[in-house]
């Protein structure tokens, strides 16, 4: 860790002129959604629509996959409707879109779908940022900025959270996108779980999944009464594992990572498959005596 960091401060000084993103910094937006029936529609729309069922009936199967600034959205779209682990998804939270591929994946898979991207990157002048989709109707969203900006080009990232209703209960959903070692150091990253975790707090039922850049916070979502399917799940960007998934209120039952994704990104898609926890009925007054 400390040849690391020697080598981070030596590239200071050289990549201090780097042009800067344009950060969204308005909780409220840009926003982006759709519904498989209303094209782009409000999410009010979308809650007048009747749900449907899960994919496979007993699980709730959630993916996610970071399709590397949106370059190959047509070949990402091939791939989760021809993989069968990605194709049988009922939440898709997807990292470095732009709002185009977010609506053309949603379009493609039949699912809502809603995106907020964190900022125009200056990499490719166009938006970055998460896309949720979803099943069913996503009932309400938001965009949670996370602290920490890159140090080089100033560019922030983001969490979208949004409420989905299974088998009746609501159920918090998060896609995330965590900021590099280089970009904010581990202590940064540190702060952005803590931040995230503190938005989900209240929340009984929840799934977060996304690219954390790094696998060292799975201990902080447990520490909160989260379970982590993705743990030893193996390296899913180059050598390292920095995509997971992690629940609340839920019992992993399996978990995998697609390995073979040509050039559609420099990130493997994961997925995992979920069971309700059972509720721990409260003690009767005679049994407490």
């Known amino acids: 860790m400390r040849l690391r960091l020697l080598a981070i401060s030596l590239l200071l000084p050289t990549l201090g002129a780097c042009a800067h993103g344009l950060n969204y910094t308005d909780p409220a937006g840009p926003r982006f959604s759709g519904s498989p029936t209303a094209g782009l529609a409000p999410a009010s729309a979308m809650r007048a629509e009747p749900a449907r069922t899960a994919a496979r009936p007993g699980r709730i199967r959630v993916a996610s996959f970071n399709i590397a600034w949106a370059r190959h959205t047509d070949e990402a779209i091939g791939l989760l409707q021809a993989d069968p682990n990605l194709s049988s998804a009922d939440l898709l939270m997807l990292q470095e879109m732009d709002e185009a591929s977010a609506a053309r994946i949603a379009a493609a898979l039949d699912m809502h779908y809603v995106y907020y991207p964190a900022t125009l990157h200056p990499k490719t002048d166009r938006n970055f940022g998460n896309a949720l989709l979803s099943r069913w109707p996503i009932e309400r969203d938001s965009k949670l ?57 209240a929340q009984d039922h929840v799934i977060v999944a996304g690219d954390f850049n790094t696998g060292g ?28 998934v992690y629940a609340r209120g839920f019992i992993p039952i399996g978990r995998g990572v697609v390995r073979e994704v040509g050039e559609i990104s420099d990130h493997k898609p994961i997925w995992a498959d979920l069971a309700w926890a059972p509720r721990v009925a409260a003690p009767s007054i005679a049994t407490a005596q």
């Open 145 to 201: 900025i996370l602290p920490h900006t890159s140090w080089q080009l100033r560019t922030q990232r983001i969490a979208v959270l949004g409420t989905v209703r299974i088998d009746g209960q609501p159920v918090t959903v998060v896609t995330a996108h965590f900021g590099t070692l280089v970009e904010i150091f581990p202590w940064g990253q540190r702060d952005q779980a803590r931040t995230l975790l503190e938005a989900v707090k």
């Open 217 to 244: 916070l799975g201990e902080m979502f447990e520490a909160q009464g989260f379970t982590w399917p993705t743990h030893g799940i193996g390296n899913t960007h180059h050598s390292w594992s920095f995509d997971h």
